[in-house]
């Protein structure tokens, strides 16, 4: 008990207080049951009785005491007292009153029999007066307090009638700092339709959200279901929206493991959450079994994809991660987060461009990487279309390069990182991709290496993606600009991306071409008002959005498997396998040749190179983007439905 008896401590303080209270609870119900046993009337006790009671006074109290202690009756924060802590002071309680029993039997004292639930009625009584009259006060404090600030109250809607959203009602209510006055509860649930929580009404479902908000005026919105279904989330969401109330929500379920939920953890919600996706699991298992003490070089590594690549491979425990990277701005930055987030990591950090072969060699020669990520590229649709030379010469042979120093050095895997726009390639960059794929294979065919691709889509929030674009251009007033309003893309986070990426380097053998599930495709415009919407704007009211038209070598739909590649499962749901591309090793042997005279040359011809070497990919020679893009619409529509 030194714990909290210890110190000065307004703590401290408050707990002998509490101590010596409950001495004379413990006393004064004893006395009371008695002399209530014989009508109030003290005269009327038979001294027997009285000196039983004064003479086990100080066996009781001490019992009594311990027995409080072991119920947790002086652990708790009474401010905050609630079920819990009344449920441990009934066993306090009558724990106290079992061992009172026992002792005075066992010293041969005895009482009247109505005197012992008497007794423990009372004990009960005033230990949980004391107690739960914190609250009282702190309540009675509150609201005169609500009083004095009541102007800058604002009325807040909590989603959710579980766990989490009854910890945020009674934290509110608790709080001296939290201006907020929840007005209602919403939860899909009938059964807690017109009950309360906390003292709040649940007053309906999600589909009465926009008319309750505009009834009790709602400013603010918490949205308390962490354990939500994604698509489940997305609806609930979307009719918040509408509302156009402040909305926040708790980050996830294992704040509710871990005990912390609390208004303080609630955030703005982001556009994920109303992509209404599954969460993607990976075995984890799988991934540190063949990361686990093995030297890791990661290109492109501080990149979006290749930045979050060195991120997770850091947590399986390599032997040494290199991370090699043109940029250093971005190296450096990755640099100084692992270093700060994983001390313990064997961390190498090189500049250079995997264009220099010179440089690629001596990286492969000095470290000898047993598991290398490819995913330095040129990845800019529009910007390779005016610049195809330069994208040819950085993804197709900086792919060959570093490919053929891999297998030079003996390298166990090489997973190439793709893109669904290396399927049926309309622009210089999705058929420089489709080459890269075809190179990994053919050095597959002729070395132990395990080369391997892997293709997905879009990632949210990766460099020069869209959802940057669209936050800057609504911080500036926009307009925010679409390029098509039927335009459609497959999306996935980039911490989800390379989970799957390091995951089906586990399943990797060689040659294979494993394909992520992107899950259902996103209308960009649908995505572009969405985020108006979440920055408390309206679309085409007070935030406009401009349609421009499709860009050179742009698609409506991007396809994630061309014709002829079929598919295969694996042990994850989210990860296929492609049939690996057929083609001559010899005939694409020579091309490349040419294709790398071409490019170096800065031959304006380069396109028609690309051209022979990828069947699927289509020129626009008349300059009429109009046409190509009717094409790629129509197309994309036939396959589609």
Same mark, same amino acid.
């Given at each position: ?470 936050? &800057?251009?609504? =911080?500036? $007033?926009?307009?925010?600009? /679409?390029?098509?309003? @039927?335009?459609? #893309? ?127 990919? &289509?020129?626009? =020679?008349? $300059?009429?983007?109009?046409? /190509?893009?009717?094409? @790629?619409?129509? #197309? ?6």
């Amino acid at each position: 008990m030194k714990n909290w008896l210890k110190g000065n401590t307004q703590w401290g303080k408050r707990a002998i207080l509490l101590l010596i209270y409950d001495i004379i609870s413990i006393n004064f119900a004893s006395f009371l049951a008695l002399i209530l046993r014989f009508d109030f009337t003290y005269d009327s006790v038979p001294n027997v009785y009285m000196d039983n009671f004064i003479s086990y006074i100080p066996v009781n109290t001490v019992c009594t005491l311990l027995a409080f202690y072991t119920c947790r009756m002086y652990h708790s924060l009474w401010f905050y007292a609630s079920v819990n802590e009344l449920w441990n002071a009934f066993w306090g309680c009558m724990g106290a009153t079992v061992v009172h029993i026992g002792g005075m039997l066992l010293t041969g004292r005895h009482m009247p029999r109505s005197y012992w639930p008497m007794y423990f009625v009372f004990l009960f009584g005033l230990v949980v007066l004391a107690r739960f009259s914190y609250r009282l006060l702190r309540f009675l404090k509150n609201e005169r307090i609500s009083i004095h600030r009541a102007a800058g109250i604002k009325n807040v809607m909590v989603i959710g009638a579980g766990s989490a959203g009854k910890t945020i009602v009674d934290e509110i209510h608790n709080s001296r700092h939290i201006n907020y006055n929840i007005r209602c509860i919403i939860d899909d649930s009938k059964g807690k339709r017109g009950r309360f929580i906390g003292g709040v009404p649940v007053v309906g479902d999600r589909y009465d959200i926009v008319k309750k908000a505009q009834e009790l005026s709602i400013d603010i919105i918490l949205f308390a279901i962490p354990s939500v279904k994604p698509e489940d989330k997305k609806e609930i969401l979307e009719l918040c929206q509408q509302t156009g109330c402040e909305l926040r929500m708790l980050p996830g379920v294992y704040q509710l493991v871990n005990s912390e939920v609390a208004v303080n953890m609630m955030r703005k919600v982001d556009i994920l959450d109303l992509l209404g996706r599954e969460e993607v699991k990976v075995d984890v298992d799988d991934i540190a079994g063949y990361v686990k003490d093995k030297v890791v070089l990661v290109t492109g590594g501080g990149g979006s994809i290749g930045s979050e690549l060195c991120r997770q491979i850091a947590g399986h425990n390599p032997k040494q991660l290199i991370i090699f990277d043109i940029y250093e701005n971005n190296a450096y930055e990755i640099q100084q987060e692992l270093l700060r987030e994983r001390p313990e990591l064997d961390l190498v950090v090189l500049i250079g461009s995997v264009r220099n072969t010179h440089r690629v060699q001596a990286v492969f020669e000095q470290y000898r990487p047993d598991i290398v990520y490819h995913a330095a590229a040129h990845k800019h649709v529009p910007l390779m279309e005016k610049s195809p030379n330069e994208a040819i010469k950085n993804n197709v042979f900086g792919t060959w390069k570093t490919a053929r120093a891999a297998m030079a050095c003996g390298t166990e895997k090489f997973v190439l990182i793709s893109t669904d726009k290396a399927v049926n390639p309309t622009n210089i960059m999705g058929a420089s991709k489709r080459l890269c794929e075809m190179i990994v294979q053919m050095f597959d065919k002729e070395s132990d290496t395990d080369f391997v691709t892997v293709r997905f889509g879009n990632v949210l929030g990766s460099n020069g993606s869209v959802i940057p674009l669209f936050r &800057k251009q609504i =911080e500036a $007033g926009g307009p925010v600009t /679409v390029t098509h309003k @039927d335009i459609i #893309r497959y999306f996935m986070t980039i911490p989800e991306a390379v989970a799957l990426v390091l995951q089906a380097g586990a399943y990797a053998k060689g040659g294979e071409i494993f394909v992520l599930d992107m899950g259902e495709p996103v209308r960009i415009d649908d995505l572009a008002r969405k985020m108006i919407r979440l920055s408390g704007y309206t679309p085409d009211v007070d935030m406009m959005i401009e349609y421009t038209g499709l860009r050179p070598g742009e698609k409506l739909y991007e396809e994630m498997l061309m014709d002829e590649e079929g598919l295969k499962s694996t042990a994850n749901k989210l990860i296929h396998i492609g049939k690996p591309i057929e083609m001559d090793v010899d005939t694409f042997k020579e091309q490349l040749q040419a294709l790398k005279t071409a490019c170096e040359m800065d031959d304006k011809a380069i396109k028609h190179a690309v051209k022979d070497m990828v069947a699927t990919y &289509k020129i626009d =020679e008349s $300059g009429d983007e109009k046409d /190509v893009r009717r094409e @790629d619409g129509e #197309r994309g529509k036939e396959e589609a439905s």
